[in-house]
């Protein structure tokens, strides 16, 4: 009986230690595709800003 408990118990504290992981996964990889895409749209800007300045 006690180990069914301490069985349930261990279960119980992984699933919630697994959600706020998850949580944090998420939100860092949504963090990273949006810094990657601001980048992304520096650099083009950059592309297309600088061949216009050398020709003027």
Known sequence: MVNIARKN???ATR???KLPRAAFNAVSHIVAIIITTRIMQTMTSM???MPL???R
């Open 15 to 17: 699933a919630s230690d």
């Open 9 to 11: 118990g261990n279960t």
């Open 47 to 49: 592309m297309i800003t």
């Open 53 to 55: 300045r050398g020709r």
